[in-house]
């Protein structure tokens, strides 16, 4: 296991130096980009030195430092997180991907125990991410406090280090593989998937019917161009037809997999989809 998490560690900075050289401006695609790494555990200490690793690959980037400088403070940043022990936020209460940004601010910053003005901007960070966390609840999930640590970063990054970074949407993609997530309690769940089935039926026509529409037509290696009947916000139920599928001259249903609200729309009228692709999410809520 200790050979596999030090893997994940060189992979974390090479993808990091990689990636600077484009000058990323989203933090939240490029966490997102290393917890889809092949095995990434759901939950782990690596997550301490994904927080930091991400935060100072964009702004050094955005800063216009080279690659040495930040291959200098990913070394920094790795050392001080593989300090910060796994399950800290239950047994120190006090989350490792909340005092990553603190690393983050210490290595930008330069900063050390006798420092002065500089000193307070990593204390406030950590206190401010461990807030958003703690306003989330338990159990601790590492994907959702990394995520939530990263955005509560972005207002003092743009107002002390005047870097323009951005924290982009996120629809959690690992709630599956986390036994004990919030659900609808966390900020980031998507929801049901709306996915394109392998098999669809044609759309019922009442007043022309035809044996036809009993047989489902097979979307494998087909594209389509979707249409939707509802609108996000607005309340559907299991086994409702949410959207229209127009393949080869036959308009097919896309049923709804849940009764609730339709949350996220992943693709807009008219577009292109391909069979088992997740069109949008339903959750658990009112309509608005």
Not at 25 to 53: I, S
Not at 210 to 228: A, D, F, I, M
């Amino acid at each position: 296991m200790t050979e596999q998490v030090e893997l994940y560690y060189d992979q974390i900075t090479q993808i990091c130096l990689e990636r600077a050289a484009v000058r990323p401006r989203d933090l939240t695609a490029l966490a997102v980009e290393l917890m889809g790494l092949d095995g990434f555990p759901m939950h782990a200490p690596v997550h301490h030195y994904l927080v930091p690793a991400v935060l100072l690959t964009v702004c050094r980037s955005a800063q216009g430092h080279g690659r040495d400088v930040l291959e200098r403070d990913l070394s920094i940043a790795l050392e001080r997180a593989k300090d910060v022990p796994g399950g800290v936020c239950g047994y120190w209460g006090a989350c490792g991907a909340c005092v990553g940004v603190g690393i983050f601010w210490s290595v930008v910053t330069d900063t050390t125990p006798l420092s002065s003005t500089s000193w307070a901007y990593g204390n406030r960070a950590v206190g401010e991410a461990l807030l958003s966390v703690a306003q989330a609840g338990g159990p601790r999930c590492c994907k959702r406090c990394s995520i939530l640590s990263l955005t509560g970063a972005v207002p003092q990054i743009r107002q002390v280090l005047g870097v323009d970074v951005q924290a982009g949407e996120f629809l959690c993609p690992f709630h599956g593989q986390n036994g004990e997530c919030l659900r609808e309690c966390c900020p980031y769940y998507p929801g049901e998937e709306i996915r394109l089935p392998v098999f669809a039926y044609p759309k019922k026509d009442l007043e022309h019917p035809c044996p036809c529409q009993n047989r489902p037509v097979e979307l494998t290696h087909k594209k389509g161009k979707l249409y939707w009947r509802k609108a996000e916000g607005e309340a559907v139920e299991e086994g409702e037809s949410v959207a229209d599928l127009e393949v080869e001259k036959k308009s097919l249903e896309v049923l709804s997999p849940a009764s609730g609200v339709i949350f996220h729309m992943c693709y807009n009228d008219g577009d292109e989809v391909d069979a088992e692709c997740v069109l949008g999410y339903i959750r658990q809520g009112e309509a608005k």
